[in-house]
C-alpha cells in the first residue's frame, strides 16, 4: 500500500487542523499510526488506529488535543488537530503497520512511510 499525507500549512496556536492520510490501495488491512518530526529533531510517534477504527493510542504529549480516526471505505485516515501549540510544528508522516505491536508506537513495525506533510504553528 502506498500513503499519501495531505492537509498541512500555517496555523495560529490554539487553533485547529486536520490531516488527511490516503491510501493507494485497500487501507482497511492496515493499522495506521501517525508519526511528525520537528525540524532538525528525531521523528516521533504521535498516535495510531487499528484497522477497524475500535482503539487508537496516542503519545501523551498529543492526548486529549489530538483525534485519529478512519473512514474505510474512503481508505483514508485522519488526524485531528486541536489546540495547537507551536512546539507541535512539524512534517507529519503517516505509515502502515500490520504487527500486533502497532500500538508501541515503534517505527520498527511501520512500513510504506509516505511522503510527509508539513505544518506550522505561528505563536
Known amino acids: 500500500v502506498q500513503l499519501q499525507a495531505s492537509g498541512g500549512g500555517l496555523v495560529q496556536a490554539g487553533g485547529s487542523l486536520r490531516l488527511s492520510c490516503a491510501a493507494s490501495?485497500?487501507?482497511?488491512?492496515?493499522?495506521i499510526g501517525w508519526f511528525r518530526q520537528p525540524l532538525g529533531k528525531e521523528r516521533e510517534f504521535v498516535g495510531t488506529i487499528n484497522r477497524s477504527g475500535a482503539s487508537t493510542y496516542g503519545a501523551d504529549s498529543v492526548k486529549g488535543r489530538f483525534t485519529i480516526s478512519r473512514h474505510n471505505a474512503k481508505n483514508t485516515v485522519y488526524l485531528q488537530m486541536s489546540s495547537l501549540k507551536p512546539e507541535d510544528t512539524a512534517v507529519y508522516y503517516c505509515?502502515?503497520?500490520?504487527?500486533?505491536?502497532?500500538?508501541?508506537?515503534?517505527?520498527?513495525?511501520?512500513?510504506?512511510w509516505g511522503p510527509g506533510t508539513q505544518f506550522t504553528v505561528s505563536s
Open positions: 490501495g485497500r487501507i482497511s488491512n492496515y493499522h
Open positions: 505509515a502502515a503497520s500490520t504487527s500486533v505491536a502497532y500500538h508501541s508506537g515503534s517505527e520498527a513495525v511501520y512500513y510504506s
